[in-house]
């Protein structure tokens, strides 16, 4: 035990500061007690108990203070930028008065008043923005803070609740001062000038000044919301966007988004559901190409290692990708709860990932993990970058990859360096999801001449069918496949090597809430003794009261894997008593879905599709000199690599980091209240080059930087 004590005096009645100095005689778990002596009445308020050993200059740092030992470690992973003060945490809950309000957390610490948050906790704000710029600065990292466009969280108010969207409307007095003039506080706070001949420039940037930074923060993104999506959103975008152009600066109409030099970034809605975010891009495209799309992925490990092309297709005129959240999750239900460990599987698909956002950084201009911090105390999700405890830290083998990736960059792309089968030729997948069904006749047609290459009646027996391993099946009746009604996916498949071609498939839905699915492009159909079976398949999933989630169906999480288009609300168009038909055009590297009812045909969707079978991917950067190789192995056995360099000065050596083991399970550990185990780090080797080409054996399970100076 040790103490500290303070003389209080005066009966006025006014709030006074007051602090004294403790020294701890010992490491170990503590608390903190205040104990009054005397009479009188004392009121309390703003307590705070913190190290003498903080991170930073103490006059830039006046107010908010910040742990050294938590600031080294996000140092260590170099980043490039910081996105605060985080997502959903900005749209607020229930009531505006929740929303995240970045004017009071700057200025002195007892007057920055806390309110309760998205996550159901009080937020103290003793970290503010700007000690977040600060910290931007002295890290060298770019700011990007987000703020709220006047809505409310729409997938906890809106979609969980059923209770409506619930949003500022703009025109109102409320939308210009909360969301407009939010934002220009904002970017007079961050780069106004305290010599201003706007008041309210000159006012912030003296806050500003005040707190101990009189020259400018640098500012080049600003977000403007998160996850929202919807004619709601765009609706309040617009408008902040067009007050901000047009905002009366200095007695005179200015767009402030020129003066300070900012690009925008607006939202894709949530976890790229193509319902959601496929209608915001069409928006976003059309309006704001000169913008940056913040796209969030929480998702399976399948999606992570199937999606590596994604950004492959997308529009190279088109506005640029912010992966502003992502992480590997384990899915209970589909697209239940999102849990999960840190563990070596989840940050190899992660890594998976990377490479194909680094191969297209020419469209994919930023990415970002979330959540970045999490506190053995008090978290309310998993998985999390960087887990500490009051005495240690915990860095997670996903911390080790993108300090790999981060660290191990250069300047330019070099494509096309390893050759891939781009191949998408298989059989063809019919089922149900909690739906029961009835099949009649299967037919597939070549595109380019429309020559039938397949057709069969349920009439004439199974013909081929099989069912899928673990599946419910079904039967045949009245000629007629019935596909029962299941919990989880339920359904038939047919063995070829079909491509380039359109399927009908004639069908009529009996009973049930969900959905009818078509696929095509299966391969790879086996059983692994579980309900979770492998396949690939691009499907499309048809029903009425799919959200649209780009994830495979319910507790099959590595089942119909990539390119699952379900259908919302909004393209469903119902069913035909009798007779219905399903359409897939199917042409290798695009997907075109129709629906025929009543003998008219019914546009649902158009996709980009491609091979998801590999399970060794790389991407490769230079300076011009230095060449940087990462190649991460998903494969679960050793992979021989074969490395030739081509128009490049001959190199002798090679340093090697790896990130391995045997088990793809395998997790760093941290307590409580204290201690850290490290399980699994990073490796350094150096590799000797006798020539122009180098091989090696890559670990199974493990994500490899080859650095080539």
Same mark, same amino acid.
């Given at each position: 035990?040790?103490?500290?004590?303070?003389?209080?005096?005066?009966?006025?009645?006014?709030?006074?500061?007051?602090?004294?100095?403790?020294?701890?005689?010992?490491?170990?778990?503590?608390?903190?007690?205040?104990?009054?002596?005397?009479?009188?009445?004392?009121?309390?308020?703003?307590?705070?108990?913190?190290?003498?050993?903080?991170?930073?200059?103490?006059?830039?740092?006046?107010?908010?203070?910040?742990?050294?030992?938590?600031?080294?470690?996000?140092?260590?992973?170099?980043?490039?930028?910081?996105?605060?003060?985080?997502?959903?945490?900005? &749209?607020?809950?229930?009531?505006?008065?929740?929303?995240?309000?970045?004017?009071?957390?700057?200025?002195?610490?007892?007057?920055?008043?806390?309110?309760?948050?998205?996550?159901?906790?009080?937020?103290?704000?003793?970290?503010?923005?700007?000690?977040?710029?600060?910290?931007?600065?002295?890290?060298?990292?770019?700011?990007?803070?987000?703020?709220?466009?006047?809505?409310?969280?729409?997938?906890?108010?809106?979609?969980?609740?059923? &209770?409506?969207?619930?949003?500022?409307?703009?025109?109102?007095?409320?939308?210009?001062?909360?969301?407009?003039?939010?934002?220009?506080?904002?970017?007079?706070?961050?780069?106004?000038?305290?010599?201003?001949?706007?008041?309210?420039?000159?006012?912030?940037?003296?806050?500003?000044?005040?707190?101990?930074?009189?020259?400018?923060?640098?500012?080049?993104?600003?977000?403007?919301?998160? &996850?929202?999506?919807?004619?709601?959103?765009?609706?309040?975008?617009?408008?902040?966007?067009?007050?901000?152009?047009?905002?009366?600066?200095?007695?005179?109409?200015?767009?402030?988004?020129?003066?300070?030099?900012?690009?925008?970034?607006?939202?894709?809605?949530? =976890?790229?559901?193509?319902?959601?975010?496929?209608?915001?891009?069409?928006?976003?495209?059309?309006?704001?190409?000169?913008?940056?799309?913040?796209?969030?992925?929480?998702?399976?490990?399948?999606?992570?290692?199937?999606?590596?092309?994604?950004?492959?297709?997308?529009?190279?005129?088109?506005?640029?990708?912010?992966?502003?959240?992502?992480?590997?999750?384990?899915?209970?239900?589909?697209?239940?709860?999102?849990?999960?460990?840190?563990?070596?599987?989840?940050?190899?698909?992660?890594?998976?990932?990377?490479?194909?956002?680094?191969?297209?950084?020419?469209?994919?201009?930023?990415?970002?993990?979330?959540?970045?911090?999490?506190?053995?105390?008090?978290?309310?999700?998993?998985?999390?970058?960087?887990?500490?405890?009051?005495?240690?830290?915990?860095?997670?083998?996903?911390?080790?990859?993108?300090?790999?990736?981060?660290?191990?960059?250069?300047?330019?792309?070099?494509?096309?360096?390893?050759?891939?089968?781009?191949?998408?030729?298989?059989?063809?997948?019919?089922?149900?999801?909690?739906?029961?069904?009835?099949?009649?006749?299967?037919?597939?047609?070549?595109?380019? =001449?429309?020559?039938?290459?397949?057709?069969?009646?349920?009439?004439?027996?199974?013909?081929?069918?099989?069912?899928?391993?673990?599946?419910?099946?079904?039967?045949?009746?009245?000629?007629?496949?019935?596909?029962?009604?299941?919990?989880?996916?339920?359904?038939?498949?047919?063995?070829?090597?079909?491509?380039?071609?359109?399927?009908?498939?004639?069908?009529?839905?009996?009973?049930?809430?969900?959905?009818?699915?078509?696929?095509?492009?299966?391969?790879?159909?086996?059983?692994?003794?579980?309900?979770?079976?492998?396949?690939?398949?691009?499907?499309?999933?048809?029903?009425?009261?799919?959200?649209?989630? =780009?994830?495979?169906?319910?507790?099959?999480?590595?089942?119909?894997?990539?390119?699952?288009?379900?259908?919302?609300?909004?393209?469903?168009?119902?069913?035909?008593?009798?007779?219905?038909?399903?359409?897939?055009?199917?042409?290798?590297?695009?997907?075109?879905?129709?629906?025929?009812?009543?003998?008219?045909?019914?546009?649902?969707?158009?996709?980009?599709?491609?091979?998801?079978?590999?399970?060794?991917?790389?991407?490769?950067?230079?300076?011009?000199?230095?060449?940087?190789?990462?190649?991460?192995?998903?494969?679960?056995?050793?992979?021989?690599?074969?490395?030739?360099?081509?128009?490049?000065?001959?190199?002798?050596?090679?340093?090697?980091?790896?990130?391995?083991?045997?088990?793809?399970?395998?997790?760093?550990?941290?307590?409580?209240?204290?201690?850290?185990?490290?399980?699994?780090?990073?490796?350094?080797?150096?590799?000797?080059?006798?020539?122009?080409?180098?091989?090696?054996?890559?670990?199974?399970?493990?994500?490899?930087?080859?650095?080539?100076?």
């Amino acid at each position: 035990t040790t103490k500290s004590e303070i003389v209080l005096s005066g009966d006025s009645g006014t709030w006074k500061k007051v602090c004294c100095s403790v020294k701890a005689t010992k490491t170990e778990m503590g608390r903190l007690v205040i104990l009054f002596r005397g009479r009188g009445r004392i009121g309390v308020d703003y307590v705070s108990l913190l190290p003498e050993d903080v991170w930073g200059d103490a006059e830039k740092y006046r107010n908010g203070k910040l742990s050294t030992r938590i600031v080294q470690v996000l140092k260590e992973c170099h980043p490039s930028f910081l996105r605060f003060p985080g997502g959903c945490v900005v &749209e607020g809950d229930e009531v505006f008065e929740n929303q995240y309000r970045w004017r009071g957390t700057v200025g002195p610490l007892e007057k920055r008043r806390q309110i309760a948050n998205t996550w159901g906790y009080m937020q103290s704000y003793g970290i503010g923005f700007y000690e977040y710029f600060c910290l931007c600065e002295d890290l060298k990292m770019a700011p990007l803070p987000v703020v709220h466009c006047g809505l409310l969280c729409q997938i906890r108010v809106g979609e969980q609740r059923g &209770e409506g969207y619930r949003r500022i409307m703009p025109g109102t007095k409320m939308f210009k001062e909360e969301v407009i003039d939010n934002v220009a506080d904002l970017l007079f706070f961050a780069k106004g000038s305290t010599e201003s001949q706007d008041k309210e420039e000159e006012y912030w940037a003296g806050v500003r000044a005040e707190m101990g930074h009189p020259e400018p923060f640098s500012l080049e993104y600003v977000g403007i919301g998160n &996850e929202n999506w919807g004619r709601e959103y765009f609706e309040n975008f617009a408008a902040c966007l067009m007050g901000l152009r047009q905002y009366e600066y200095a007695g005179k109409q200015t767009d402030l988004l020129k003066k300070f030099g900012i690009t925008v970034i607006t939202t894709a809605g949530v =976890d790229i559901r193509p319902q959601d975010s496929n209608d915001n891009w069409k928006i976003i495209n059309e309006k704001y190409r000169d913008m940056i799309v913040d796209e969030h992925v929480y998702n399976s490990y399948q999606w992570f290692i199937d999606n590596t092309k994604r950004y492959d297709f997308y529009d190279r005129n088109g506005a640029k990708v912010f992966m502003g959240e992502y992480a590997m999750h384990t899915m209970s239900d589909g697209r239940g709860r999102l849990n999960g460990e840190n563990n070596l599987r989840s940050a190899i698909a992660e890594a998976a990932f990377l490479t194909g956002c680094e191969r297209n950084s020419d469209m994919v201009k930023l990415t970002c993990y979330a959540p970045l911090f999490a506190s053995t105390a008090n978290y309310k999700w998993t998985p999390d970058l960087i887990w500490f405890n009051p005495r240690d830290i915990m860095r997670t083998p996903n911390y080790y990859v993108q300090q790999m990736f981060a660290g191990n960059t250069g300047k330019f792309i070099l494509n096309d360096v390893c050759e891939t089968d781009e191949d998408n030729a298989g059989g063809i997948l019919i089922g149900a999801h909690a739906t029961q069904v009835a099949v009649r006749e299967v037919r597939i047609r070549a595109i380019e =001449d429309g020559k039938l290459l397949y057709r069969h009646n349920f009439k004439d027996g199974m013909g081929g069918w099989t069912a899928f391993p673990r599946a419910a099946g079904g039967r045949i009746a009245d000629g007629e496949l019935i596909i029962d009604e299941a919990d989880a996916f339920n359904g038939f498949w047919l063995e070829g090597n079909y491509s380039e071609c359109e399927v009908e498939v004639d069908m009529r839905r009996i009973k049930g809430e969900q959905s009818f699915i078509v696929g095509v492009g299966v391969r790879g159909v086996e059983d692994r003794g579980t309900m979770d079976c492998n396949a690939f398949s691009m499907s499309c999933q048809y029903g009425k009261n799919h959200k649209g989630y =780009d994830v495979s169906f319910d507790k099959r999480v590595d089942f119909i894997r990539t390119v699952c288009e379900l259908m919302g609300k909004d393209k469903f168009v119902g069913y035909a008593p009798e007779k219905n038909t399903l359409k897939i055009v199917y042409g290798g590297k695009k997907m075109r879905a129709y629906f025929c009812k009543d003998g008219e045909w019914n546009f649902l969707f158009e996709k980009n599709v491609w091979r998801v079978n590999e399970r060794v991917f790389q991407s490769a950067t230079t300076d011009g000199e230095k060449i940087w190789l990462k190649v991460v192995n998903a494969s679960g056995t050793e992979q021989d690599l074969h490395v030739e360099l081509k128009n490049f000065n001959k190199k002798t050596s090679a340093k090697v980091i790896t990130l391995s083991d045997e088990d793809e399970n395998v997790i760093n550990e941290i307590g409580a209240n204290e201690g850290a185990k490290h399980n699994i780090v990073p490796t350094e080797t150096n590799l000797k080059i006798g020539g122009d080409f180098f091989d090696y054996k890559l670990d199974k399970n493990s994500v490899t930087v080859f650095v080539l100076d």
